[in-house]
């Protein structure tokens, strides 16, 4: 079984090149992990979803990664609790749910009352047929209250708003759809849910639907993909990501240390990644960085293009500097996730980035609409003491340590550190 792929996803805008074929080629392998709480024996091993793979030039990846095989951490804890897990039994899930979430972040009391009347607004491209259907069967099973078309909770359109005339569809994209999807349902659950899809993974229909979930009312816009940064970066920021008064965040890459677009916006809450598991401490949870090897990980680093936004105050970047925050992303304690288009129907383990992304943008939906003329990304430097510091762990070798090395304090991995309840993602 080969393991990690030794080329850089980033540099698939170029996807046409020898070595970026190389590189697509190289993701079709699996990854391997240990789980922080699990022992040697209970290897996890998981596979990039289609969609990290582009399939033309000037596409993005997206950032999630499906769980083959293994022991998860989830499975460790039902061990421990006298719960046998079935090998590769697609009837339950094996990774963290609502409760595990809500409990390591410390929104157990926020979710059951907050979020509503929010729209948190996903962005993906192509088109998953079975969306709400996937949606209603993860709600379903964990108790949350239905969110459907009827009854106006859930919404589908297009880049151009349209209800009707939506992308053609694609089986890895779907997969992402519904990592995204159940994990707005798991930490808000009483937020409305509006999909938009693109009608490809290039940043101008990604873009696009960002301005369309925007002009469709929602103030909290999740967006689990990237590539390598260019000159271009600049113009896109001014015309898809510069809004005032919304909560746009955006996954920090898999590929370990290196910046990726559109995480590396100035106007965006860029979300690193976190290796969650259960610890016998008063919070009940440890963190450490995600990194599976030098090539596989969450990203982090200083932009080459972005400009520092003021309220970023680390020495060592003169531009804007990956993540602000982070939450779980490592496959191997990753999370439940329910999809049927592409695959066989049913329960999978999710990692990557692209579970981080949408964690923290229903965060901002749980503690309440931005100020109007904000940028909310400013809001956890605001309150570094209310977010749990991930101290411990890389996701490769830097120059600068920050960059990609966890310390106490701000770093490049993790941000200022983890959800511990709303207070940070106010204004």
């Known amino acids: 079984m080969r393991t990690n792929s030794p080329h850089r996803r980033p540099g698939w805008r170029r996807v046409g090149t020898a070595a970026a074929a190389t590189a697509a080629l190289a993701l079709a392998g699996l990854g391997t992990a240990v789980p922080a709480d699990a022992t040697t024996s209970s290897k996890v091993t998981w596979t990039a979803t289609p969609c990290a ?7 993005l990846a997206c950032d999630s990664l499906r769980v083959t095989g293994g022991t998860t951490a989830f499975q460790k804890a039902q061990q421990a609790r006298g719960i ?46 079975n969306a709400e259907a996937d949606l209603a ?40 759809i519904s990592l995204d999807l159940d994990m707005v349902s798991a930490i808000a659950p009483n937020a409305h849910i509006l999909l938009v899809e693109a009608t490809s993974p290039t940043m101008a229909n990604l ?70 598991s259960t610890a016998s401490n008063s919070r009940g949870w440890t963190e ?35 993540s602000d925050v982070s939450a779980v992303a490592d496959p191997a304690t990753g999370v439940s996730v329910y999809d049927s288009y592409g695959i066989t129907a049913g329960w999978y383990t999710f990692g990557g980035t692209s579970a981080a992304a949408p964690i923290i943008a229903s965060v901002y939906a749980l503690a309440g609409t931005p100020g109007s003329s904000d940028y909310p990304a400013q809001y956890p430097y605001r309150h570094t003491s209310a977010l749990n510091d991930v101290t411990s762990g890389n996701n490769g070798t830097c120059s600068t340590s920050y960059f ?14 983890t959800p511990a309840g709303v207070s940070a993602f106010t204004s």
Not at 302 to 307: E, H, I, R, V
Not at 404 to 417: E, I, L
């Open 404 to 417: 990609c090395t966890a310390r106490s304090g701000y770093d490049g991995p993790t941000g200022w550190g």
């Open 288 to 322: 450490t960085v995600w990194k599976t090897s030098s090539t596989e990980g969450t990203g982090s680093g200083c932009s080459t293009y972005d400009a520092k936004p003021s309220w970023q105050t680390d020495t060592g970047c003169t531009k804007r500097m990956i």
């Open 84 to 129: 046998t897990p079935k090998a590769a039994d697609a009837a339950t899930p094996s990774g963290y749910g609502p409760t595990d979430l809500r409990s390591a972040y410390g929104l157990t009391a926020a979710a059951a009352s907050g979020g509503t009347g929010a729209t948190v607004a996903i962005v993906d491209a192509y088109n998953d047929p």
């Open 137 to 176: 069967t993860y709600r379903s099973y964990y108790g949350l209250p239905a969110c459907t078309t009827a009854n106006g909770c859930f919404k589908k359109v297009s880049q151009t708003g349209s209800t009707t005339s939506l992308p053609s569809s694609d089986a890895g994209w779907s997969e992402e």
């Open 53 to 59: 793979t582009p399939k033309k030039a000037g596409e």
């Open 207 to 276: 873009g696009k639907s960002v301005n369309e979930a925007v002009a469709l009312g929602a103030k909290y816009v999740s967006n689990s993909y990237g590539g390598s940064e260019s000159s271009s970066d600049t113009s896109y920021d001014s015309s898809y990501f510069n809004h005032p008064g919304v909560a746009i965040t955006v996954s920090a890459g898999d590929s370990g240390y290196g910046a990726e677009y559109p995480a590396a916006s100035k106007y965006v809450t860029s979300v690193g990644g976190t290796a969650l």
